[in-house]
């Protein structure tokens, strides 16, 4: 089956510098690949998604890039504060119920 | 907007007992999922329900019974509970799209004695 990996299992970055967290994928089939923050007591919710049809998709200061040829993906926050510390996962899906998971990032942002 | 509700929250079980977890959501939702995390890793699929009366095993079902008793209520039974499945169990839902947001519970957390 599929197989998600998430490179940085930990960043920290200073307030107002950008953020950037790398994913990769095994399965070519992978078409739908959505982001998700869990922060304490919170849970975990949605923050942005891309599909294959495109390669790029911003949301505020949210950026999705897509690499289908290297099956690669990442999020990219801009301008970081610190509510946007979290735990945030990388995720993948062959346009089917299943949606594959990474490990998470524990992201640290410094006032 | 809506909320997915899990019950309990906490639950302490012994060795070898069968354990019963529950989901309930108000948004209508026709597809329904179970997930396991455990500590520093990642979401992984127990079971899942497309729609009411539907039930499907993902990738870590055994040991695990599920039940969709009717659209908004979905539960998970651990038939029996081992040491090492000390973990959170998620529930989440959304709508048949399989391309869209999932919705999560705030999840039960499970230690087993």
């Known amino acids: 089956g599929e197989k998600v990996e998430q490179h940085e299992s930990t960043l920290s970055v200073r307030e107002g510098d950008s953020a950037v967290i790398n994913c990769t994928y095994t399965?070519?089939?992978?078409?739908?690949f959505p982001w998700y923050k869990q922060e304490a007591g919170k849970g975990l919710h949605f923050v942005i998604d891309?599909?294959?049809?495109?390669d790029r998709k911003q949301s505020q200061r949210l950026i999705v890039l897509l690499d289908k040829k290297a099956k690669r993906f990442s999020l990219h926050i801009t301008a970081t504060q610190p509510e946007d510390s979290a735990i945030y996962f990388c995720?993948?899906?062959?346009?089917?119920?299943?949606?594959?998971f990474g490990d998470g990032t524990q992201l640290v942002v410094k006032p | 907007g809506g909320i997915i509700t899990q019950t309990p929250k906490f639950l302490i079980g012994q060795e070898g007992q069968k354990l019963t977890l529950k989901c309930q959501q108000n948004?209508?939702?026709?597809?329904m999922y179970w997930y396991r995390q455990d500590s520093g890793k990642g979401l992984r699929l127990i079971y899942y329900?497309?729609?009411?009366?539907?039930?499907q095993k993902g990738d870590l079902s055994e040991g695990y019974d599920a039940s969709r008793e009717k659209k908004s209520s979905f539960s998970l039974t651990v038939t029996s509970a081992q040491k090492n499945e000390m973990a959170v169990f998620l529930c989440?839902?959304?709508?048949?799209?399989?391309?869209?947001?999932?919705?999560f519970g705030k999840g039960t957390r499970l230690t087993v004695v």
């Open positions: 995720a993948a899906s062959m346009n089917n119920n299943r949606i594959f």
């Open positions: 891309i599909r294959s049809n495109v």
């Open positions: 948004f209508n939702h026709d597809t």
């Open positions: 329900s497309i729609t009411e009366n539907d039930l």
């Open positions: 399965d070519t089939a992978s078409s739908y």
């Open positions: 989440a839902s959304s709508i048949p799209d399989p391309n869209t947001e999932v919705f």
